[in-house]
């Protein structure tokens, strides 16, 4: 005789294709609790955490091993892994699953976040689905809603224009990973994701939930805040590497990168020196309304600016 909850577990199979969840973590012990209790409120039963330890030296593991649930999976690293995206490399090599979805240690998701998901990735042509997110910060107790409406599509130049993907909003079907021969780039410290996607919304549709379903936490220790320099010289080094390449090069949205870039560089300097220098390098920025934008944050209490620096 066959038992009920067996009937039940070839139900989700069937309809639920597999979905591994990588977060990799690094003395996250502060928000792990937050993060991983938002894994088992899914709607959406089908998943495996692949949990990848970057030698944390706090609780984190003992915190994740305290979870009974045979879908929890513990990887430890050989050695401590100082760029973020080869310890993802590492991670993605333990996935079981058909789809593969990030969450950082200090963010979180709603419930149906997969469920509404999956049910996007019906189109066979679909890649990726991400999705709206809010920001928590930290500090304030604040949650502020992004309330873009997304593109969907082949979306590649609207993400060159405004790359507006967060890392534990997306979910990715596995196969385009494996049959584009794709993967993160350990070169980059800040913009691997941001690679990886561009390279993939080049070969694929992308869809989105147009909801909110992820909590992204701001805080003094979050590494792309405290890193802008180095995220700024990678951007730089990206596009000088990816302007020849055909696929991209096409795009009119590549030919302003440089602008982004220098609004970035403007925008960063206006924060970190002095009046004077940061005034030049507004003055010599073409006018736009990125333009109005360089000019209003000069013109804040740097104490104030450094509240939002978000930018």
């Not at 030049?280 to 920025?285: A, D, E, G, I, P």
């Not at 990125?290 to 450094?306: E, H, M, Q, R």
């Amino acid at each position: 005789m066959v038992a009920l909850s067996d009937l039940n577990y070839n139900k989700i199979e069937i309809d639920q294709p597999l979905i591994s969840i990588i977060i990799n973590c690094f003395n996250g012990e502060k928000y792990l609790i937050e993060a991983l209790n938002s894994v088992l409120a899914q709607t959406y039963e089908n998943w495996e955490i692949v949990f990848w330890d970057n030698k944390s030296t706090d609780k984190s593991a003992e915190i994740f091993q305290n979870y009974k649930d045979d879908r929890f999976k513990y990887y430890c690293a050989d050695s401590h892994a100082k760029i973020l995206y080869k310890a993802r490399k590492e991670a993605l090599k333990k996935t079981k699953g058909d789809f593969i979805a990030f969450l950082d240690a200090d963010d979180w998701w709603v419930s149906d976040k997969l469920e509404k998901q999956m049910l996007l990735f019906k189109d066979p042509a679909v890649g990726l689905v991400y999705g709206n997110f809010c920001y928590f910060f930290e500090n304030k107790k604040k949650i502020i809603l992004n309330k873009k409406k997304n593109p969907t599509g082949m979306i590649l130049g609207d993400l060159l224009k405004d790359y507006i993907i967060k890392s534990p909003t997306y979910i990715i079907r596995k196969i385009f990973l494996t049959n584009l021969k794709l993967n993160f780039n350990e070169k980059y410290h800040i913009i691997g994701e941001f690679d990886l996607i561009l390279r993939l919304a080049a070969n694929c549709k992308i869809d989105c939930v147009q909801t909110s379903i992820a909590y992204i936490r701001l805080h003094e220790k979050n590494e792309s805040l405290l890193n802008r320099y180095i995220e700024i010289e990678e951007m730089r080094i990206w596009y000088n590497e990816i302007k020849n390449e055909p696929t991209f090069s096409s795009y009119e949205e590549l030919s302003k990168f440089p602008l982004k870039i220098s609004y970035l560089e403007t925008m960063q300097s206006i924060l970190q020196e002095r009046f004077g220098k940061s005034f030049l390098k507004v003055l010599k920025y073409p006018f736009c309304f990125d333009k109005i934008k360089l000019l209003t944050a000069l013109l804040l209490p740097k104490s104030v600016l450094k509240k939002i620096k978000n930018y």
